[in-house]
Each structure stands twice: as C-alpha cells, then as structure tokens.
C-alpha cells in the first residue's frame, strides 16, 4: 500500500517537473517571437518615417522650384538622396536644375544616374541627349538620340535633332533615315525636301536629289517655285535643255511669271541672247509679285558690271511700279541717278524711300549731304530742321543747317546753328574739327577775324591731317590779305596731305593772285581746271580775273562767260564781262 501510495506521489512529482519543463518551454518560446515581432515592428517603423520624410522634402524642392528659387529647391532634392539614393526621379530634376544654371557636367553625370535607374524613361533619355549635345559628345548624342527614334516612333522633335546631328558629322545615311522617318509621319514637306536634296548633293548623288524635287513638285502641281527648283537643278547640273523645257513648262502655265522670267534671261544673257534676255528682264521687273530682292541683285549686277546693252532706267521705271512702297527701291533708284550726275533726280528717289521709311537715319544723311553737294541750300533748311524733330542728338544736321545758312548769307541763323550742334558732340574731335572749320568761315564773313582764327586753331588741333581745314584756313588768311606766311604754309601742307585737288590747287592760285604772284596763279588755276575745278564756276571767274591782271583780256572774257554760264559766281560776273575787265569787290 505504502510502495503503491510512494510510486504515485514520485509519479505526481514527475509529472510536475514536465509541466514545469514545458510551460518553460513555452514561455522561452513566447519571448523570442514577441522579440521578433517587435524588430519587425521597428523596421516598418522606420521605413515608414523614412518615406515621410522623404515626402516631406521632394514636396518642399518642388515647391521651392515652382517659385523659382532654384538654389533651395537644388538643395531640398540633395537631401532627398539621404533618405532615398535609389530614386531616378530625383537625379532628373537635379540634372534639369544643372541644365538650366550651365552645369552640364554635373548635369550629365545625374542624367545618366536617372537612365540607368530607369532605362526606358523617354523624358530622361531627352534630356540626355540634350545635355550630351550641349558639351559637345556628339557620338554619345547620337546613339541617344536613335535609341529615342526607335522607342518613340511617332517624335518628330528629337529625328531632326538627330539628322542635323549626324549632318554635322557627315553621317548623312543616318540623317536621311532620320529625314525619311519624318516624312513618313509628317507627310511630304518643302523644308525636309531642302535638306534631303542638300544631303544628295553632298553625297554627289545628283539623281536621287532631282527625285526629291520632283516628288515635291508632283506633291503640289499648282506651286511653280517647285518647278523652278527642278529647273535650277538642271540649270546647276550643266542640263541647259532641261532647264529651258522646265522653264518653258511654267511659262506655258502662268507667261505673267516673273520669277521664271528672270531666271530666263540670267540663262539667254549667257547664250549671248540680248534681246531675249532684254525682254525677259522687263517682264520680270513688270511683276509685283516677283521677288523685288531679286530685281535689286540683278540691277546692281548691271550697274556695277556697267552693261551697256541693258536699258537699267526702264528697268528702275518699272521697278518703281512694281514696288512703290518698297523703300530699297527708291534708294537704288536714287543712287542710280546720283551715279548718272542727276542729283535733283537722286534726292527726289530718296525722299521716296524716306517717306516709306521716315525714321533711316544714314537715308537722312545722304538726303541732306545730296543736297548740299547740289547746292539746294533752301532745301537743307527744311530738311534739317525735320531732321532735327526726329534726331535732335545727332550734331550733323546742326552742320549742314549750318553751312546751308552761310551760304544763303544768314550768318548769325549759321553761326547758332554750328554752336548748337558743336556743343553735342561727345567724345569725337574729327568731327568737332569740322564744326570748327566752318565756324571759322562763318566768322570770317561776318569780319570777326579774332574769333574765326581762335576756331580755325582748335580745328587744326583737333584734327591736323584734314586738308580741307588748312585750305578754309588758308582762303580766309587770303582774303584778308594778312598771314601770307601762314597762309602758304597751310596751302602746301593741305595739297601735299591731298594731291591734284582742284579745290586746294584753286586756293593757291588765289592766295598767288592776291599776292600779286600773277604768273604762278596762272599755273596754280591751270592744274586746278584740269582736275576738275573747270566744273566749278568760282574756278572759272577765279581763272578769268587772273588772266585778265596779266592782261589777257579775251581768255579773261571766255573764261567769264563760262563761268557765268554755269553758276556759282560772284555777283560782279556780269560787269566783269560787259566791261571787259578785273573788278575788285
């Protein structure tokens, strides 16, 4: 009983120790999966503040960038590499940042950080080829930029960056694909046409570059410069009877053409064909719907070329009718005239083209200077003072005002006038010498010697290698009679600074002439008038009276007449000639 009641109680015992066991168990169980689960727990945890912050700081770069403060937005998307290096977008907006502040290397090292990440990105690998163009790796452009042509089969943008690329490098089977792709989803074009027939010539491959015309033209039937092209073509490969049948083409289509008509007679002026050629001219300048830049090409051609076969004032006649509004017409038209020795008729064309064209500041000039030299003295006022409304800073006018004044004998109106426009000049002693020079004239006739010398030596000062200056100088000394000296001594530096000028040589022969040096006056007024000074009529008087004191009374009169026949005189020309001898003033 007792060994039985013993073996039960060892057994309860035993028993006890394995629950204790196994609850232990248990327990040590228990434990290590809540440790377990707790870690994990922790790690979402901290994924999950990661992300936020992350978050946090891409929406604060993209703010800061919507702003535009770049430098912070620059700055906010750094630090989202601290919580995310593996993120593309991040180092395409860095590169875009880089791109845009001309830090392309950095820029490129980020781009290509964002393709690897994301390789079938087409806006990355856009920006790649940008940036790789932009630094100059134009092989790694290209390779780019196909990639981008074959993923995107519809980009029209990035295939003409590639054609141009690869034109650039001289792969122009690469650029005609790109073309020929273009084409393919545009449709035909007359740009693209343009630089697949360049791309033909560069390649020497002269027929395939005649079908693209011709595809353009066949393309749109009705637009003749297609046409035209296909002739030029011709024309440039030496196939003058094709050209001729492809011009003839457009004529028998539309005969008033007068693109086609002068391109005609560039081809019958060739051959030698002056009627022809004549005529297609005409018909072409007739056209307003002709290039007029043509027209002027083909016109300074003539002139410059000096092709007397060539009517060039009917050929300005219908220019002018053409294109009345056109402003370079009347210019050519007055320069034209202006080279015939029509200067009233070249003043009127540019106060044409000034109508069209009223705020041309060098058009102004030359109107004002063309007066002057036509001696239109009344005009210049006018023109001047218009002048003056549209420019009241621009000194020049103030000049020919001046000098227009003199000579209408408003001295005190002249004098105001140079004082005025001297006092704008800055920083431009040539010029200021030339307000000075006149000045001295200007006092001159009105017999302030003192200050007509005062200014004469600023002018010499200001510029000392102006004949003109010496020889204004130099008259005026004359005139008084005082200075001879001097005044010599300012003649022969003036003619030896500007040789065979009748202008300075009639100033010597003057100065010899009040001098009483009438032998070498005469030789002075003979170089003169044959250099030109037999144009002028103040030469001629200036050539009678010096013949007339060594008493060479009928070369004196003829000398007189023509001198009185062209203008220009003195007014004592008419007494000299009835009386038949020198008068003095």
């Known amino acids: 009983m007792e060994t039985i009641l013993h073996k039960a109680n060892n057994l309860k015992e035993h028993t006890k120790v394995i629950s204790v066991v196994i609850l232990s168990g248990f327990f040590l169980f228990s434990c290590k999966v809540n440790r377990d689960v707790e870690k994990g727990y922790s790690d979402t945890v901290k994924t999950a503040i990661t992300q936020e912050k992350f978050q946090l700081t891409f929406f604060q770069a993209q703010k800061e960038k919507a702003i535009e403060n770049y430098e912070k937005s620059y700055e906010q998307f750094l630090a989202c ?7 593309d977008a991040i180092y395409y907006e860095l590169a875009k940042l880089d791109t845009l502040k001309g830090n392309f290397s ?28 932009e630094t100059g790796d134009l092989s790694s452009g290209i390779l780019t930029l196909k990639s981008i042509a074959e993923r995107d089969l519809d980009d029209v ?8 690329l690869s034109r650039y490098n001289k792969d122009y089977k690469t650029a005609l694909k790109a073309y020929n792709e273009i084409e393919s989803i545009m449709g035909i074009d007359e740009d693209l046409t343009r630089e697949k027939y360049e791309i033909y010539k560069s390649l020497g491959d002269a027929e395939s570059g005649l079908n693209e015309l011709i595809k353009l033209s066949d393309f749109s039937p009705e637009n003749l410069a297609y046409l035209r092209n296909i002739a030029t073509h011709y024309n440039e490969t030496g196939q003058l009877h094709k050209c001729l049948e492809a011009f003839e083409k457009i004529i028998s289509i539309d005969a008033e053409d007068g693109n086609t008509h002068l391109a005609l007679a560039e081809i019958y002026s060739a051959q030698g064909k002056t009627e022809q050629s004549n005529k297609a001219l ?20 003539i002139i410059e070329s000096k092709d007397m076969k060539v009517n060039t004032d009917l050929l300005i006649s219908k220019l002018q009718s053409a294109h009345p509004t056109d402003a370079d017409v009347w210019k050519i038209s007055g320069d034209l005239a202006d080279v015939k020795g029509l200067s009233i008729s070249a003043i009127n064309s540019y106060k044409k083209a000034l109508e ?26 006018k023109t001047g003072k218009d002048a003056q409304l549209l420019f009241p800073l621009q000194p020049e006018f103030y000049l020919y005002e001046g000098m227009a004044l003199a000579k209408l004998g408003e001295t005190y109106k002249a004098i105001s006038s140079l004082e005025t ?17 006149q000045l001295g004239i200007t006092f001159h006739s009105v017999g302030n010697f003192q200050k007509s010398d005062e200014v004469f030596q600023k002018a010499l000062v200001e510029n000392d290698q102006d004949p ?16 001879n000296v001097k005044a010599k001594s300012l003649i022969n530096k003036a003619i030896a600074l500007l040789v065979n000028h009748p202008i300075l040589e009639d100033t010597y022969a003057f100065l010899l002439f009040q001098n009483e040096e009438l032998e070498m006056a005469q ?21 009678g009276d010096i013949h007339a004191k060594l008493g060479k009374i009928p070369e004196a009169i003829a000398y007189w007449e023509k001198a009185q026949a062209i203008g220009g005189t003195s007014n004592l020309i008419e007494i000299k000639i009835a009386d038949e001898r020198y008068i003095s003033k």
């Open 106 to 133: 950095s820029g490129l090292e980020y781009i290509k950080k964002a393709t690897s990440l994301a390789h079938h990105n087409l806006w990355y690998a856009r920006l790649k080829a940008d940036i790789e163009v």
């Open 282 to 301: 005409e018909k072409g300048f007739s056209d307003p719907n002709s290039s007029v830049n043509t027209k002027l090409q083909i016109l300074v051609s």
């Open 356 to 381: 069209i064209e009223p705020n041309d500041l060098s058009l102004w000039l030359t109107v004002i200077n063309s007066e002057f030299q036509a001696g239109e003295f009344e005009n210049i006022k």
């Open 81 to 87: 590499l601290d919580y995310d290096n593996q993120e």
């Open 421 to 437: 426009g001297k006092s704008l000049i800055i920083n431009n002693k040539l010029l200021k010498a030339k307000f000075n020079s």
């Open 468 to 483: 003109f200056i010496k020889n204004n100088y130099a008259y005026c000394l004359a005139e008084r009679k005082q200075s």
């Open 157 to 164: 943008d990035y295939r003409d960056k590639l054609a141009s």
């Open 523 to 543: 030789k002075w007024i003979q170089q003169s008038l044959d250099h030109g000074g037999d144009k002028t009529g103040r030469t001629l008087e200036l050539a």
